[in-house]
C-alpha cells in the first residue's frame, strides 16, 4: 500500500497551493488555489493530470482558509471545468471565501478589465456545494475516508486536516502559525499515529523574533507619532491584519489612556468586523475569555472615517485597504499624508512588485511618480510590519516533531530552503522529507493493519500485568568507561504481554494470535530449549590464588566438593549474592549450571585435552541458556 | 419527633430479623443509611444496624449489594466512631479482601483506609495489610481498579520498594490512567526519600523520560514531574554529576515547553523554574530560537555516548521565548514566575531575560503582567536587573498605565533599580512626573518611596548624593510644571516639596538660600495661579547643575539665591531652625499650642496646680474651636489632644512629689491611680501613632521615663521590678534613637543613663536609695515638643449595624453567635496584630477574635471590611449585652506571660476605638 501526492501547486513556489492525494484508493484534493503572479494558464493547476473525470477519480475537495492561493480556483474548477462532489471546509472559511472571491473577481473585471474566469454566480454555486465542518469534528465522507479539521491559526477559520483511510492517514497542514497573535491562537492538533505530513514551508529557514519586539516596535512608532501630532496610515488587507493590529492598539490605548481617535476605512473591514464578532469560537483565547464582557472586536476608540476628514487637523490613526497602496482609499489618503514629516505609514510585511507599497518598502525613496501628472513628495516616516501569520523553521519543526509522522512532505516555499530545510527534517528528527515541485508526484509506503483473531489464553495474558525487570551489566557496553555507567540506565522494564504473542497464519483461516504456551500445543510440538554446555578442566592453581598457604599440595586429595566451594567462593566476589545460587551439588548464576563433572567421558569436553593432564584433571561440566552466553564465557574463563 | 425514631427503627430493622439468612435488598439498604445520617438516631438502634450489616456482609454475595454495605459500613464508622473499631474488625474479619472481586476488595481497603485516617488507634493495623495482597490486587486484570490503587497506595503503608517496583512496572501498562497513576506514585514515591539504590533511580528516570512522549497529555503531563522529582534525586546522589544532571533534567523539561497541550506546558513551566543549577549556556539559549554556537559546542561529561545531547542545543532553544508569548495566560505566568528563580542562578540570563520581560509589560493579560513586574523586582531584589535605555520606552510607559497595581508595580521596581546614567535617571524623573500629573493620587507613593531611594549607580561620577537627587526631584517636580503646564500644578504638590525643604536647602546649600526656596515653595502652593517668579527652569538640564540659573524675586526682599550667599557654617544653622519650620497650618497651631503648654513647667515645679491646670483646660478649649480636615491633621489634632491629657496628669502626679509642707498630700491610693493612669496613656501615644520623628518620639520615652522614675521614688511601691524593667527597656530605646547623634541628650536623660548604671552595678535594684530617684526628677524639665505633622493616628472605628436595645441579635444559648461588624482601620500597618476582643457582661472572661488584615481590602491609610465575628460563650439568659472592641498588640512590650496557656494575645494591648456594646436575646 502507498499514498500518493501528486503536487498540482505549490510545489517549490508560493501560491496556488493543490495537493491531490491518494491513500488507499481514495482521491482527496487539498486546497484548490490560484496563483496571484501569473496571468495565464499557469494561474490555475492543471487539472487536466487529474483524469478525465473530475467527479469520478476526486473523492472530495478539502480547503483549509480563505485566502486566494488556496481557494481561488475553486469556482472556477466548480463551476466551468465541472466537478461536482463534495468540498469541506469550515464555518469560518465559507463565511469569508465568498467576500474574498467576489473582491478579487471585481478587481479583475472592473478594474483592469480582464476576461472574467468566473462569474458572481459561479461564486454563489459554488459555495451551495460547501459542506461546513467543525474543530475536530470528524467527518465521514464515505465508508473509508474520514477527514477532520484542526485549529491551525494563520487567519480565521483556517484549519489543518486530517485524513484517514483505512490504517494510513496523512495531516495537510495547509498554512499554519505556531504562535498566537492578538487576535488568533496558536495551531493546535492532538498527537496522531501518521503516515505523512504535508506541511508548508513559507519560512522555511527564518527563525523569527519574540513576537512582542515586534509588537512594541510598532506601538512605539504609532505613539511617537500620535504624540508629536502626527497622523498614522496603516494600509492593511481587510482581514486578519487589521483586527490584530487594531486589537493591539486599542489595548494599548486603553492602557495609556489615549484619546487619539483611530479610524477605520469604509468597506471591507467594517463587515469582516462583524464576521469577526461572530466567529469568536475560532479566535485566541483571551478574546474568547473576555467576549462575554467585553467583546474584543468592539474596538471603543475606532470611529468610522469619512473622505472630508482626510485633511482635519490633530492626529489619529487610520486602517486603510487595499494594504499595499496599490489604489483606492489607502492610495488617496497617502496622497494626502506622505508629504508631511510627521505622519506615519506602516507598510505590511509583503508587498507585490510594482505597488506604491513595494515602492516605499525598498529603500526610501523622496519622490514617488503615480502617473506622468502626479508625482507625490514623501517625507513621512515609514515603519515595515514584520507582522506574519506563518509559522516560522523553528515552528514547523516543533510541529514535525511533535506528530513525528513517518514521511514529511514540503510545500508552498522556496525551493533552496525548503531544500534546507529538508536536510534539518532528515537529520534532526530522521524522518524522510520530500519537496516536490508541481506536477511531480511523491509515492511513499503506507501503513497496513492485517485483523486477527485473539486465543482466549492470550487475551487473559494481556489483561495481567506481566512486567519484568531486567539488568544489563556494564561490561555489556563496550568501551564505556565506569563513569558512564551513570548515563545509561542499568535497570530497565519491559512488559512483554503483548509480545508474548505469536501469530499463526495458517491457509484459509483467519491470521490469530496466541499465547505462546499454546503454541506447542496447537502444532502438536514439545518445547525445545536450546542449551549450551561444556566440560571444562578445572585450573586449581586459578582457584587457589588467593590461598596457597593452606591448600598447597592439596589438588588431588581434596573433594571435589572443596572445589565447588572454592569456585562459589570466588564467584561471589564477582556477583551480588542474590544472583549466585549455591545447591551444594552444582552452582547458578542466572541460567549457567556448573557442577563437578564425574563422568570419564563426558559428551562435552573437548577430546584436544592433553593426555598427562587428563589423568589429574577435574572437569567442571557447565550448561546454560543463550541469553546468558557472554556471562558464561566470563565465568568459565575464571575456571 | 424523637420518640418516634425507635420505632421506626425497630421497624425498618425487621426486616431483617425475619430473616436473618437472606442479604438486604437494596431498599432496606437505602432505608439504613438515613438512620445511620440521623444525628437522633439512639445508639442502640446503631449498633443492631451494624449488627445487620456485619451479618449481611457475611451473607451476601452479590458485589452490589457488598458495595452499597460497605458504603454504610464507612458512613457508621464516620459518625459514629465509637464504633469504628468493631466495623474495621467486622471488614477485616470477612476475608473481603481475599474474594476474587478485585473491587470488593477495594473497596474494603478503602474503608479500612478511611477508617484508620480517622481513628488513630487503628492506623497499626491498617499497616498490617500484607504488601502481598496489595501486589496481587495491583496485578488482577481489572484495570478499572488499577488506577485507584496506584494513587491510594500510600494508604496502606506499602513498603517503598516494593511500591516503585509496582509504579515503575506500571509505567508500561497499555492503559494510559494507569502510567498516569504509576507516574504520581513515582512522582509522590521521590519525595519521602526512602529510595536511595542508584539503578532504581536511575531505572525511575529513564522510564519517565520515555514517556514524555507518551500519546497522552495527562502522561505527559505527570511524566514531567516525575522526570522532575527523579532527576532531583538523581543531582542528589553523586555531586560529581550533579552539573551534568541539572542540566540534562533542564534539558528534557525544556523540550516539553512545545507540547500541544497547554496543561503539559504549564506543568514544564512550574518545573523549569525549581531546577536550581543549570548551566549559564543553557540557560542563554532558552531565550533564543536560534541555536547559540556556545550551545553547539557544549561538551558533555558522557559525550563519549550521548549523541542526543549535541541535539539539546535545538530542543532547548527559545523555550522561555516560546512561553512568554504562549496563546495561554496561564503558561505566559508560569514561564514568567519560573524566569524569576533561574535568572537568581546568573547575571547574564538575567539581563538576557530582561529583554523579553520588559516586552511581556505589553501582554494583555492582567495577572501576567503584574507577575513580569514580580520577576523584574525578584531580579532587582538579587542585584540582577540591568535596567537599559531600550527597555524605558516599555517600562516607563507602565507609569503612565491607567491601572493603579501596574504602576504601583513599577514604582516598586524603580525604588530597587539602578539607572546606569544620568539620561535614563532624567528620562525616568520625567515619567514620573507624567505620572504625578495623571494621577495625583499616587503622589505620596511617588515621593516618599521613589524619590529617596532613587540612585543612580555611577553615584560618584555624577556627584551627588542621595539627598541631592531628593532636592532636584522637588525642585524638578515644582519647575517645570510652573512653566510648561501654567496653572495646572496642584499646590498640594508644593506643600510636598516643602516638607522636603530641609533636604533640599541641605543639598543645595552651595547655591541657594532656605529663605528664598521656602518662600517661592510657600508662595506657590498658596496660589493655584500662574507663577510670577522668574525662574529659568532649565533645571531639568540637570548636567550642569553647578551653574543651574536659580530664582530671582522680583519683588526683592529676600534673595533666594545666589552662587555663594552664605558661609556653609550659617547655612548648617539656619537649617536646623528650618527644618523645624512647620508646612502645614493645622502643625503650626498645634506647635503654637504646645509651646504654651511647655511654659506651664515653671508653675508645675513650683506647685501652683490650680494655674497650670486652669492653662491647660484653655488650650484645650482653644483647640476644641478648630476642626480639622485632613487625615493628616486630624492625626496632629489627636496627637495633641492626648498630649494636654497627659500633661494634666504628670502635673497633678507632680504635686505629690513636691515638698508636702504647702501643699496637702493626696492619698497614696490615688497617686497610684494617677500614675497608672499617666503609665497607659503614654503608652497609648507611644503606640497608636506612627511616623513618630524621632525628636517627638524621644520625647514621648522621656516622658515614660520620667513616670517610671515617679513611680519608683514613691515611699510604698508594689512593682518595683517591673517599673525598674521598664526603666530601662525605655532607656535601651532613647539609647538607640540617640546612637547617631544628631540629637543632643537632655539632661534629664544622662541622669537617667548614670543612674541605671549604678544601678545595674549593684547587686539588687530594690536596695537603691528612695532619694537616689527623688535627685532624678529634679533634674527633668519639660522641653517644647514640636510636631513635624508626618505622625499619624492609627485607629479603628468598629459599628454593629442596626443593633440596640430594641433590636438585639438573636442567639441560642450554649450556640455561638455571630456579630456582625463593619470595621474601618485607619493607618495600620500590614504587620500590626488586631484583636477583636468581646466581653460578655458580667463575665471576667474575654473572648478573643484575630483579625487577619489580609481580609480587609484597602492600603495602610485605610482598611474597611465587613467581618462577622463568632461569639463562642452565649450564656444561658434571655439576655445579655457583649462589650466587643478592637485592641492592637504591642508588640514592643513585654510578653504577658499569663497569657500564654489560652488562645488570643500575648502581649499588652492598645485600644484602637471605644467599647461598643451589642445587644442579645434568645431566640424564641
Known amino acids: 500500500m502507498a499514498i500518493d501526492s501528486l503536487v498540482l501547486g505549490a510545489g517549490q513556489e508560493v501560491g496556488k497551493s493543490c495537493v491531490i492525494v491518494t491513500i488507499n484508493g481514495k482521491r482527496i484534493m487539498f486546497d484548490c488555489g490560484m496563483h496571484m503572479g501569473h496571468l495565464d494558464h499557469r494561474r ?3 487539472f487536466s493530470l487529474i483524469g478525465p473525470n473530475f467527479d469520478q477519480s476526486l473523492t472530495c475537495i478539502v480547503i483549509t482558509h480563505f485566502h486566494l492561493d488556496h481557494i481561488g480556483a475553486l469556482p472556477y474548477f466548480t463551476e466551468v471545468c465541472g466537478y461536482s462532489g463534495p468540498i469541506y471546509m469550515t464555518y469560518p472559511t465559507k463565511a469569508l471565501a465568498p467576500l474574498m472571491l467576489e473582491d478579487y473577481r471585481k478587481v479583475m473585471v472592473e478594474r483592469r478589465g480582464e476576461e472574467e474566469q468566473f462569474t458572481s454566480e459561479h461564486i454563489v454555486e459554488c459555495m451551495k456545494k460547501v459542506i461546513p465542518v467543525d474543530l475536530k469534528q470528524t467527518v465521514q465522507v464515505d465508508k473509508d475516508l474520514q477527514i477532520r479539521a484542526y485549529y491551525a491559526g494563520h487567519v480565521l477559520g483556517a484549519a489543518m486536516i486530517y485524513a484517514k483511510v483505512g490504517d494510513a492517514a496523512m495531516v495537510y497542514t495547509g498554512d499554519y502559525n505556531m504562535t498566537p497573535d492578538r487576535h488568533l491562537g496558536a495551531a493546535q492538533i492532538d498527537r496522531l499515529n501518521l503516515d505523512l505530513v504535508i506541511t508548508e514551508s513559507t519560512y522555511a529557514t527564518t527563525i523569527r523574533d519574540s513576537k512582542y519586539a515586534r509588537e512594541r516596535e510598532f506601538l512605539r512608532a504609532v505613539h511617537t507619532c500620535v504624540a508629536g501630532g502626527g497622523k498614522v496610515l496603516i494600509p492593511s488587507f481587510a482581514l486578519g491584519r487589521a483586527q490584530e493590529l487594531c486589537i493591539l492598539l486599542e489595548d494599548y490605548w486603553g492602557r495609556m489612556n489615549l484619546k487619539v481617535p483611530i479610524y477605520f476605512s469604509a468597506g471591507l473591514t467594517r463587515q469582516a468586523n462583524m464576521y469577526y464578532k461572530m466567529l469568536i469560537s475560532w479566535t485566541s483565547q483571551k478574546v474568547k475569555e473576555t467576549h462575554s464582557t467585553h467583546n474584543a472586536f468592539d474596538f471603543k476608540n475606532v470611529h468610522k472615517f469619512d473622505r472630508s476628514m482626510i485633511d482635519a487637523p490633530g492626529p489619529c490613526v487610520l486602517f486603510a485597504t487595499p494594504g499595499m497602496i496599490s489604489g483606492g482609499f489607502s492610495l488617496e489618503v497617502f496622497k494626502h499624508w506622505a508629504p508631511s514629516e510627521t505622519n506615519l505609514v506602516t507598510m505590511p510585511g509583503y508587498c507585490v512588485a510594482g505597488t506604491i507599497g513595494h515602492k516605499l518598502m525598498s529603500g526610501k525613496p523622496t519622490k514617488i511618480d503615480l502617473d506622468k501628472d502626479t508625482r507625490i513628495d514623501v517625507r513621512c516616516q515609514i515603519h515595515q510590519l514584520t507582522f506574519s501569520p506563518h509559522t516560522d523553521a523553528k515552528g514547523i519543526m516543533d510541529l514535525v516533531k511533535f506528530l513525528s509522522p513517518k514521511h514529511v512532505i514540503l510545500v508552498h516555499g522556496e525551493k533552496p530552503r525548503m531544500a534546507t530545510l529538508k536536510g534539518r527534517i532528515q537529520s534532526e528528527l530522521g524522518i524522510p522529507c520530500y519537496y516536490p515541485a508541481n506536477n511531480e508526484t511523491v509515492s511513499i509506503p503506507s501503513t497496513h493493519y492485517a485483523t486477527a483473531v485473539a486465543s482466549d ?25 565506569s563513569r558512564n555507567k551513570n548515563f545509561i540506565p542499568r535497570l530497565q522494564v519491559t512488559d512483554d504481554r503483548v509480545a508474548q504473542g505469536i501469530l499463526v497464519m495458517e491457509k484459509n483461516k483467519k491470521a490469530k494470535v496466541v499465547h505462546q504456551d499454546e503454541l506447542p500445543l496447537m502444532l502438536g510440538e514439545e518445547k525445545h530449549q536450546v542449551k549450551f554446555a561444556y566440560c571444562c578442566p578445572a585450573h586449581i592453581g586459578n582457584l587457589q590464588e588467593n590461598q596457597e598457604t593452606e591448600s598447597s599440595g592439596l589438588s588431588l586429595s581434596s573433594t571435589n566438593d572443596d572445589l565447588l566451594q572454592l569456585l562459589s567462593a570466588k564467584l561471589a566476589n564477582e556477583f551480588s549474592e542474590g544472583s549466585l545460587h549455591d545447591f551444594g551439588e552444582h552452582l547458578q548464576v542466572e541460567s549457567f549450571h556448573v557442577s563437578i563433572c564425574l563422568k570419564e567421558n563426558c559428551p562435552y569436553r573437548l577430546r584436544d585435552v592433553g593426555v598427562e593432564e587428563k589423568s589429574e584433571a577435574v572437569f567442571f561440566c557447565c550448561s546454560w541458556e543463550v541469553e546468558d552466553e557472554k556471562l558464561a564465557w566470563k565465568i568459565i574463563s575464571m575456571c | 419527633m424523637e420518640d418516634h425514631v425507635p420505632r421506626a427503627c425497630d421497624y425498618t430493622l425487621n426486616l431483617p430479623s425475619v430473616s436473618p439468612n437472606q442479604p438486604l435488598s437494596t431498599e432496606t439498604l437505602a432505608s439504613l443509611r438515613s438512620l445511620i445520617i440521623n444525628p437522633s438516631t439512639p445508639a442502640p438502634a446503631v449498633t443492631s444496624i451494624f449488627e445487620t450489616l456485619t451479618r449481611s456482609l457475611q451473607l451476601s454475595r452479590d458485589p452490589l449489594v457488598i458495595h452499597h454495605t460497605l458504603k454504610l459500613l464507612s458512613d457508621l464508622a464516620s459518625r459514629h466512631t465509637h464504633l469504628s473499631g468493631l466495623v474495621f474488625d467486622s471488614v477485616c474479619s470477612n476475608s473481603l479482601l481475599s474474594t476474587e472481586s478485585t473491587r470488593v476488595a477495594a473497596e474494603s481497603l478503602d474503608v479500612l483506609a478511611s477508617i484508620a485516617e480517622s481513628n488513630r488507634t487503628l492506623a497499626p493495623a491498617i499497616e498490617e495489610i500484607d504488601d502481598r495482597l496489595f501486589a496481587s490486587l495491583c496485578f488482577s486484570p481489572s484495570a478499572a481498579i488499577r488506577p485507584w490503587l496506584l494513587r491510594n497506595a500510600e494508604r496502606f503503608g506499602v513498603q517503598p520498594y516494593l511500591l516503585s517496583s509496582l509504579f515503575l512496572g506500571f509505567t508500561k501498562d497499555p492503559y494510559p490512567y494507569v502510567r498516569k497513576a504509576a507516574l504520581d506514585g513515582l512522582f509522590g514515591l521521590s519525595k519521602t526519600g526512602v529510595i536511595e539504590d542508584g539503578d532504581m533511580i536511575r531505572g525511575c528516570y529513564f522510564r519517565a523520560v520515555e514517556l514524555l512522549n507518551d500519546m497522552e497529555d495527562c502522561v505527559r503531563s505527570s511524566a514531567i514531574q516525575a522526570v522532575f522529582a527523579w532527576g532531583l534525586m538523581l543531582m542528589a546522589c553523586d555531586l560529581e554529576t550533579k552539573a551534568y544532571w541539572s542540566d540534562e533534567v533542564f534539558v528534557k523539561i525544556c523540550s516539553m515547553a512545545r507540547d500541544m497541550s497547554m496543561e503539559v506546558r504549564i506543568e514544564a513551566f512550574h518545573a523549569l523554574g525549581k531546577i536550581g543549577m543549570v548551566s549559564e549556556d543553557i540557560l542563554l539559549q532558552t531565550l533564543s530560537k536560534k541555536v547559540l554556537v556556545a550551545t553547539k559546542e557544549k561538551k558533555s561529561l558522557a559525550q563519549c555516548s550521548d549523541e542526543q545531547l549535541k541535539l539539546s542545543g535545538s530542543i532547548v532553544a527559545g523555550a522561555f521565548m516560546h512561553g512568554l508569548e504562549d496563546e495561554f495566560h496561564e503558561v505566559r505566568k508560569a514561564a514568567c514566575h519560573s524566569l524569576g528563580t533561574l535568572t537568581i542562578l546568573s547575571s547574564k540570563f538575567a539581563g538576557e531575560a530582561l529583554n523579553l520581560l520588559m516586552d511581556v509589560l505589553n501582554d494583555d493579560s492582567m495577572s501576567v503582567q503584574l507577575q513580569a513586574f514580580e520577576t523584574m523586582h525578584q531580579m532587582a531584589t538579587f542585584g540582577h536587573l540591568k535596567v537599559q535605555e531600550r527597555h524605558m520606552h516599555m517600562f516607563l510607559g507602565t507609569l503612565v498605565d491607567h491601572n493603579t497595581l501596574t504602576r504601583s508595580a513599577a514604582r516598586k521596581i524603580l525604588k530597587l533599580a539602578k539607572l546606569p546614567d544620568l539620561k535614563l535617571f ?18 505620596a507613593d511617588i515621593l516618599n518611596e521613589v524619590s529617596p531611594q532613587m540612585e543612580p549607580v555611577s553615584n560618584v561620577k555624577l556627584g551627588f548624593d542621595n539627598v541631592r537627587v531628593a532636592a532636584l526631584l522637588v525642585l524638578a517636580i515644582s519647575a517645570p510644571f510652573s512653566q510648561e503646564h501654567g496653572c495646572s500644578i496642584p499646590p498640594s504638590i508644593f506643600s510636598y516639596a516643602v516638607t522636603y525643604l530641609g533636604r533640599i536647602s541641605h543639598a543645595l546649600s552651595d547655591i541657594m538660600h532656605q529663605d528664598g526656596l521656602l518662600n517661592y515653595l510657600s508662595k506657590c502652593s498658596k496660589s493655584s495661579g500662574p507663577y510670577d517668579i522668574e525662574f529659568d527652569f532649565a533645571v531639568r538640564e540637570l548636567s550642569g547643575f553647578i551653574a543651574v540659573p536659580l530664582p530671582q524675586k522680583r519683588d526683592g526682599t529676600s534673595d533666594i539665591l545666589s552662587s555663594t550667599v552664605k558661609e556653609p557654617r550659617e547655612v548648617e544653622l539656619s537649617l536646623v531652625e528650618y527644618r523645624l519650620e512647620v508646612h502645614d497650618e493645622v502643625t503650626k497651631l498645634m506647635n503654637v499650642v504646645l509651646a504654651k503648654v511647655k511654659d506651664i513647667w515653671p508653675f508645675v515645679q513650683s506647685g501652683f496646680t490650680n494655674e497650670v491646670l486652669r492653662t491647660l483646660r484653655s488650650c484645650r478649649e482653644e483647640l476644641a474651636t478648630f476642626t480639622c480636615g485632613s487625615i493628616a491633621s486630624a492625626s496632629v489634632f489627636t496627637f495633641t489632644l492626648q498630649y494636654i491629657k497627659i500633661m494634666k496628669l504628670l502635673a497633678k502626679a507632680w504635686v505629690n512629689f513636691l515638698p508636702s509642707r504647702h501643699f496637702p498630700s493626696c492619698r497614696m491610693g490615688n497617686l497610684d491611680f494617677l500614675l497608672g493612669k499617666l503609665d497607659a496613656r503614654l503608652s497609648e501615644l507611644k503606640t497608636t501613632f506612627i511616623r513618630l520623628s524621632k525628636e517627638e518620639e524621644l520625647h514621648i520615652l522621656e516622658l515614660i521615663l520620667v513616670t517610671c522614675v515617679l513611680k519608683l521614688s514613691k515611699v510604698e511601691i508594689c512593682c518595683h521590678l517591673s517599673t525598674l524593667r521598664k526603666l530601662s527597656r525605655t532607656m535601651a530605646r532613647v539609647e538607640s534613637l540617640l546612637q547617631d547623634e544628631t540629637v543632643e ?56 449595624p442596626d443593633n440596640n436595645y430594641e433590636h438585639p441579635l438573636r442567639f441560642v444559648a450554649g450556640l455561638p453567635v455571630g456579630i456582625p461588624c463593619h470595621i474601618t482601620l485607619h493607618n495600620v500597618m500590614v504587620q500590626s496584630r488586631l484583636w477583636l476582643k468581646m466581653t460578655a457582661n458580667g463575665i471576667d472572661d474575654s473572648q478573643f477574635v484575630y483579625l487577619d488584615l489580609n481580609l480587609f481590602g484597602g492600603c495602610d491609610d485605610l482598611r474597611i471590611v465587613t467581618f462577622t465575628a463568632p461569639f463562642y460563650k452565649t450564656p444561658k439568659a434571655f439576655s445579655f449585652t457583649i462589650r466587643v472592641c478592637i485592641c492592637m498588640e504591642c508588640l514592643s512590650e513585654d510578653e504577658d506571660v499569663s497569657s500564654l496557656k489560652r488562645c488570643g494575645p500575648r502581649h499588652e494591648l492598645t485600644y484602637l476605638c471605644r467599647e461598643t456594646e451589642v445587644f442579645l436575646s434568645m431566640l424564641k
Not at chain 1, 457 to 467: D, E
Not at chain 2, 426 to 443: F, H, K, W, Y
Not at chain 2, 755 to 772: D, K, R, W
Open chain 2, 745 to 800: 541628650p537632655s539632661r534629664f536623660t544622662i541622669e537617667v543613663r548614670k543612674l541605671l548604671s549604678e544601678i545595674g552595678a549593684s547587686l539588687n535594684g530594690s536596695s537603691c536609695n528612695l532619694s537616689l530617684f527623688r535627685r532624678e526628677l529634679e533634674s527633668f524639665s519639660l522641653m517644647q515638643l514640636v510636631l513635624c505633622g508626618r505622625l499619624r493616628h492609627i485607629k479603628a472605628d468598629l459599628d454593629i
Open chain 1, 44 to 46: 490555475y493547476p492543471d
Open chain 1, 457 to 481: 489464553a492470550f487475551v487473559r495474558s494481556c489483561s495481567n500485568p506481566n512486567f519484568k525487570f531486567s539488568t544489563s551489566s556494564w561490561e555489556d557496553e563496550h568501551g564505556s568507561t
Open chain 2, 426 to 443: 532624567r528620562s525616568t524623573i520625567d515619567a514620573l512626573l507624567d505620572n504625578l500629573e495623571m494621577c495625583p493620587q499616587d503622589e
